[in-house]
């Protein structure tokens, strides 16, 4: 056996390190460690089957080594992208590579594209991702460290400039991090808790995005200055983040007021606690002596008030003489501690004023920006002092704003509970629409104010009161909207307006009152998304909703959910209802006179809406971005684009220069009559397919007897419950298991089921001149081209002859045949259908680079996959001996941890 754990390379084993891959480097050290602590697991990675059906703690340890692979693979195959777009950019220039903001300005301005114009779309330009907790991150944040950790390693033995005996240690250091990797616990032993979440959201911030948001908003000034240098200088800040975390209530009892309350306090300690070390460090670099230049005689009557300010001016100004850009930041800092101490404990020992909210901070630094450049350190200014100001813009107090979800039920119940509190019958929806209109228009005095709350609406009011009191105390920006899941009717969104009226949300202007709360509601199902432009035409004239629309910026945000849509209508049925949505709604916003815009409520699987960033957004129909783009960040999705520095950059800036794109290109034609016709036929078609199999009588008994459905719940994988109710139908399902189970047996439904039949049914009517149209749709039609593309992609991850392996989980033999029989069916119906489309011969032909990532992890893969089948099988059957299934069940779940690292994906 090798030497300690920690024990450096030897000689011949370094100068293969050297020469190898990122990639190979870690799957050989990987080895190297698991050989060293676990021999027999060490031997699953060279293709050997370990373990018995006896030996589940084994197989366990063999797993684990799996898993791991899978996970360096990945970590590997990343560093090595984003190594390969760096010599690109070196090799060609930043405004060569795709997805950048220099690209899209340089390729406007050889359109022509006037000055005026990019200073209008800059200005509009307006970002927000929205971090969620969706329970689809499967890895824990000390993995995430850990990984970060490998992540930088691998950084550092980029360099050339390191001698042997350095480079030796590096790799050394790089091994013993993947020690440790292999000797933490890979699974949480219990739930999350929402505050453990929180700080799980909090990490990537720390860790990432407040030092990426500064470049990513410089690369923009950049780009602007190098192709557009007559555009006015300041570009504001165009990116802000949101989070439900702590504020997502829908199916989570977890989320309580109090949770609410406490998430606000941990996201406002998170920025401020940020901005107090970033003024250390540049309280640190800003030596400069006044006696080297001169400082503005205005900033020096300003530096004098705010010394007196502080309440210790002699001593500030005795600790940095004559350096007064040193006493004034001094004079910051000092309100930056007050203001957590407020925070923390509701007083403070500075005497310094605290700051009441980030716009005063802001302006302090730009007070300090402007004194830096007309004393002559332009420069300066721009490199220390613009990049914390700019954090302060986007950060503010509050790090993420935090939206309210809560289920339409809720607050129904709560405006039932109230109308009965006040001997209303509102049983009619024409009594209850005339009682809310009533309501809305009626002041508040304040004996009703202070009447007693019915205890159903007790929780609902207490959080939104809680938006009033936390806006006060923290920051005007400290919340986003609240979204309203499930919304059926105008009545579910003016409840809403009335719970935010009983909550002190309204303001009264002369007697004319409008809600300061944004109200969102969310279409999630195929039926919700057709009726949505009919509920909203009739919401949008409501005097006191366009008040408040109008009084809030002019904008009325929708939601829209591809999760639920597809687990309702499939694939292309989703897709083709999710366009048709937002092409009536932004329509019916034009009629209305008020802008209409999108939060798009995607996952990260291509089931769940997960499709690539830039062409996801040129493929949105015309006229739904118009520089506007909030979507939601879920689970591992999270970890994947933001855990690393590289990637969160990368992907913000594809982010914000893709919606730029889209916003100068003006707005694309509508699809032709005859593809608008054709993909009419083929949605209806493929929902008939898709929902003849999830209602067939056997699905739901299939489905969860061959796959690991009821024991993702044991996963621990977030706050939330895993199921609504019993979840014995697939509308009481969530979206997550759904597609989460699906990946793991390998049928990968939600991706690619009814397409085939789709294609089929099309051109059996339609003959050769219905294939012409649709291969004219594939080279001209974005969406359908998405659609196309996507769905081969997923197809590389459907294994037939493993679909059949899980089959055979299902003790019944008929319902074992029916579904898998159509499942068969409608596979090859697909493949072949996509296909005579696309002019392949093989499907995904055209990623050569996916082929390849999905076929080098594929002989692992099936070797998990088969471990995993026999570990469901016993334990289910282990339920006599329970000390027999809690070590069957740590084996189990450390193969669906291992095939969610292997795809990437969870749900």
């Not at 059996?764 to 649709?774: E, F, K, P, T, W």
Request: hydrophobic share 45%; glycine share 8%; charged share 25%.
């Amino acid at each position: 056996m090798a030497g300690s754990a920690g024990a450096p390379p030897s000689a011949g084993a370094g100068d293969v390190l050297a020469s190898a891959t990122p990639a190979d480097l870690l799957l050989t050290l990987l080895e190297s460690v698991v050989r060293e602590r676990h021999p027999e697991a060490a031997a699953a990675l060279r293709g050997e089957v370990i373990g018995g059906p006896g030996a589940p703690r084994t197989v366990a340890r063999a797993l684990q080594a799996q898993g791991l692979w899978f996970q360096m693979l990945g970590l590997g195959e990343q560093y090595m992208a984003f190594r390969a777009r760096r010599q690109a950019e070196t090799d060609f220039g930043h405004d060569q590579m795709g997805g950048t903001f220099a690209r899209v300005l340089r390729e406007a301005r050889e359109r022509g594209v006037s000055t005026e114009t990019i200073e209008a779309m800059i200005a509009a330009l307006h970002i927000t991702p929205v971090v969620t907790a969706h329970p689809t991150e499967a890895k824990r944040v000390t993995v995430l460290e850990k990984h970060r950790n490998i992540y930088a390693r691998l950084d550092q033995l980029e360099s050339n400039r390191w001698t042997p005996l350095e480079r030796a240690a590096l790799e050394t250091q790089l091994r013993n991090e993947l020690d440790l990797l292999w000797l933490t616990g890979e699974l949480r032993l219990q739930k999350p808790t929402v505050e453990q979440e929180v700080a799980w959201g909090l990490y990537f911030f720390a860790e990432n995005l407040f030092d990426t948001v500064p470049i990513l908003q410089d690369r923009l000034v950049r780009a602007v200055h190098d192709y557009y240098p007559e555009a006015r200088a300041d570009v504001r800040a165009f990116l802000e983040f949101g989070s439900w975390i702590g504020g997502d209530r829908d199916g989570n009892p977890s989320v309580t007021t109090e949770v609410t309350r406490k998430a606000t306090r941990s996201y406002r300690l998170a920025s401020l606690r940020r901005y107090a070390r970033r003024l250390s460090m540049l309280l640190r670099a800003l030596s400069i002596s006044q006696d080297a230049v001169a400082v503005p005689l205005w900033f020096q009557r300003a530096l004098v008030k705010a010394l007196a300010q502080s309440g210790d001016a002699a001593l500030i100004a005795q600790r940095n003489p004559n350096e007064l850009f040193r006493q004034y930041l001094t004079f910051v800092q000092r309100r930056v501690t007050a203001t957590i101490d407020h925070a923390e404990r509701g007083w403070s020992e500075t005497i310094a004023p605290r700051y009441a909210d980030a716009d005063d901070l802001v302006a302090d630094l730009l007070l300090l920006e402007r004194a830096l450049r007309e004393s002559r350190c332009e420069q300066l200014a721009h490199a220390l002092v613009a990049p914390l100001r700019r954090e302060a813009e986007v950060f503010r107090f509050s790090t993420a704003r935090l939206d309210l979800r809560e289920h339409a039920s809720i607050l129904r119940g709560a405006a039932d509970a109230l109308a009965a509190a006040d001997a209303v019958d509102i049983a009619t929806p024409e009594a209850r629409r005339a009682w809310l209109v009533t309501e809305l228009g009626s002041p508040r005095t304040p004996e009703r104010t202070a009447r007693p709350v019915p205890a159903a609406a007790a929780e609902p009011l207490s959080m939104l009161r809680t938006v009033h009191d936390v806006r006060n105390e923290v920051d005007r920006r400290a919340f986003g909207s609240l979204i309203i899941s499930n919304t059926a009717g105008v009545d579910d969104v003016l409840t809403a307006y009335l719970l935010a009226k009983e909550a002190g949300l309204f303001f009264d202007a002369a007697g004319v009152e409008r809600c300061t709360l944004p109200i969102v509601p969310l279409f999630e199902t195929i039926a919700d998304l057709r009726t949505a432009p009919a509920i909203m035409r009739s919401l949008l004239e409501v005097p006191v909703v366009r008040r408040s629309v109008r009084a809030l910026g002019g904008t009325q945000e929708v939601m829209i959910g591809y999760s639920d849509s597809n687990k309702d209508g499939g694939f292309l049925t989703s897709n083709w209802e999710l366009s048709k949505a937002q092409t009536k709604l932004t329509r019916v916003g034009a009629e209305a006179g008020v802008a209409i815009s999108f939060f798009h409520g995607r996952g990260g699987s291509v089931g769940r809406g997960g499709t690539p960033t830039g062409r996801a957004i040129a493929a949105q129909p015309a006229g739904s971005i118009n520089g506007r783009m909030r979507l939601t960040e879920q689970g591992e999705v999270v970890s994947y684009k933001f855990a690393t520095r590289d990637a969160a950059l990368y992907q913000l800036e594809l982010l914000g220069a893709s919606v730029l794109q889209h916003a100068l290109e003006g707005h694309p034609d509508e699809p032709r009559p005859d593809f608008t016709e054709a993909m009419e036929a083929l949605s209806g078609a493929a929902f008939a397919a898709y929902r003849g199999l999830v209602e067939h009588p056997a699905f739901f008994a299939y489905y969860s007897a061959a796959s690991p459905l009821e024991e993702l719940a044991l996963l621990n994988l977030g706050s939330r419950p895993a199921r609504r109710a019993s979840a014995r139908a697939l509308a009481d399902l969530r979206a997550i298991p759904w597609v989460f189970a699906w990946t793991q047996n390998r049928h990968v439904v939600p991706g690619w089921y009814g397409i085939g039949s789709a294609i089929g049914s099309f051109l059996s009517i339609r003959g050769d001149r219905g294939a012409a149209i649709l291969r004219e749709m594939f080279d001209t039609f974005p969406l359908f081209r998405l659609i196309l593309d996507e769905a081969e992609k997923t197809l590389l991850q459907v294994d037939i002859d493993l679909c059949r392996a899980y089959a055979e989980l299902v003790p019944d033999l008929a319902t074992r045949h029916a579904i898998l029989g159509l499942v068969e069916a409608e596979h090859a119906r697909t493949i072949d259908g996509l296909l005579r489309i696309s002019g392949g011969t093989m499907i995904a032909q055209r990623f050569s680079l996916l082929r390849g990532r999905i076929d080098r992890r594929l002989p692992m893969l099936e070797r998990v996959h088969h471990q995993q089948i026999e570990l469901l099988r016993r334990f289910r059957a282990a339920t006599s001996d329970p000390e027999e299934r809690v070590a069957y069940l740590a084996a189990l779940l450390l193969s669906i941890n291992a095939i969610a690292a292997g795809f990437g994906t969870t749900g």
